[in-house]
Structure formats: structure tokens, C-alpha cells
């Protein structure tokens, strides 16, 4: 049975990346990418381009960590030495061993990197490892290429296509992507192939 507890603070690291649990005055090192590239958010279901869109965004995180339904995270760059963006777990159930990842953005120079591999990695060992999950899922705008390239290269299972499921912030609707990895899959050779991609 898992262990996990919302209201604790963890923190995921290796030499490339640290991951820390969002509060709310990490607004001043994600409000810059708000700002100077609102573009980030194009396929988001929730925008954070702008001040008060970003504000919104963090509380809307900070209110679901509350309830216990996602867990947030700033996202460090360690070899760049700065804030490179956000993630998180969402839709979580203890109870029935799945979540969600996801909501996860990074400025510009930090993408392409092999940052998000990193990040993906410790996420996915920590949810396997200690928050004891069979299952992990995925899901993008099924527009979205690069997401879901990114996703296919970490070892996710292409499952399906959610059609016109989702409200998009300029009004219209979107067709999601689900993927997933499970526990059997991570633990049976995804977890030492991804281990292998990190740069």
C-alpha cells in the first residue's frame, strides 16, 4: 500500500535536474516565460501566458495538491543553473494505484536538451517506487507532434484517441492522445531504456 502523502514535501533530483514541490512564490521564476513566451501554452488546456493566466494556473495547482488530486512541481535546470519550467501528477487515486503526468511545459532553451528525460525519469521511478502505481497515463492534444514524440520516446504505449473530449481555452475542442506505461512494462525493460537515453 502506498505511502504517499500529499501534504509532504518531496524532492526528486539527480545530476541534471531538481524537482520540487510549486508554491506560490515560485510565480517570480515561472512569470518571465509567462511574459516572453506565451506561445508554450498553444496546445494547453489551461494557459499560463500573462500574469494573471499564470496566477491562475499556479492556483489552480496549488488548490488541486490541496484536495489531493495532483501533485505539483517546479521544474530546476542544474546544468543551466535556473528555473526551467513546471509539471506535475494529476488525477491521482491511491486507492486504485494510477495517475496522471502531465501539465508539463519548459521555456524555450531548456527544451530539446535531454531535460525532460530527466525529469520523466525521476517521475516515473517515483511513482512506481514509492507511490507504489500500476499505472501511469499520459495525454496530449492529439495535435500536439512534439508532445507526443516525446512521450513515445520515454517508453509510453500508444493506447487510443479521446475525440472532441476536452474544452480548449480559445473556445473550441480538442481530440487527446491517452498513453500509459504500467508497472510490469517500467520494471521489464522501459525504466533501463530510458536510463539509457539520459544525456
Not at 531538481?18 to 521564476?29: C, T
Not at 494547453?44 to 500573462?50: E, N, P, Q, R
Not at 512541481?73 to 519550467?85: L, M, R, T
Request: with cysteine; glycine share 6%; aromatic share 12%.
Amino acid at each position: 500500500m502506498t505511502t504517499f502523502d500529499f501534504a509532504q514535501e518531496y524532492i526528486l533530483e539527480d545530476e541534471a535536474v531538481l524537482l520540487r514541490p510549486l508554491q506560490e512564490s515560485d510565480m517570480e521564476h515561472l512569470l518571465p516565460f509567462s511574459v516572453h513566451e506565451p506561445e508554450i501554452w498553444t496546445y494547453s488546456l489551461l494557459s499560463g501566458a500573462g500574469e494573471d493566466n499564470l496566477r491562475a494556473y499556479v492556483d489552480f495547482a496549488l488548490a488541486k495538491r490541496k484536495s489531493k488530486a495532483s501533485y505539483p512541481f517546479i521544474v530546476f535546470d542544474k546544468k543551466q543553473q535556473a528555473y526551467a519550467g513546471s509539471t506535475r501528477f494529476y488525477h491521482t487515486k491511491l486507492d486504485n494505484r494510477t495517475t496522471n503526468l502531465g501539465f508539463t511545459w519548459y521555456g524555450k532553451q531548456f527544451q530539446g536538451t535531454g531535460l525532460n528525460k530527466h525529469c520523466k525519469f525521476l517521475m516515473l521511478r517515483f511513482a512506481f517506487n514509492d507511490m507504489d502505481m500500476l499505472r501511469v497515463e499520459f495525454r496530449a492534444d492529439n495535435n500536439n507532434a512534439r508532445s507526443i514524440a516525446a512521450m513515445k520516446s520515454i517508453g509510453c504505449t500508444v493506447e487510443g484517441v479521446l475525440r472532441n473530449n476536452e474544452s480548449v481555452p480559445d473556445g473550441g475542442r480538442r481530440d487527446s492522445i491517452v498513453l500509459s506505461i504500467l508497472r510490469d512494462e517500467w520494471y521489464g525493460g522501459a525504466m533501463e531504456a530510458l536510463k539509457k537515453k539520459l544525456i
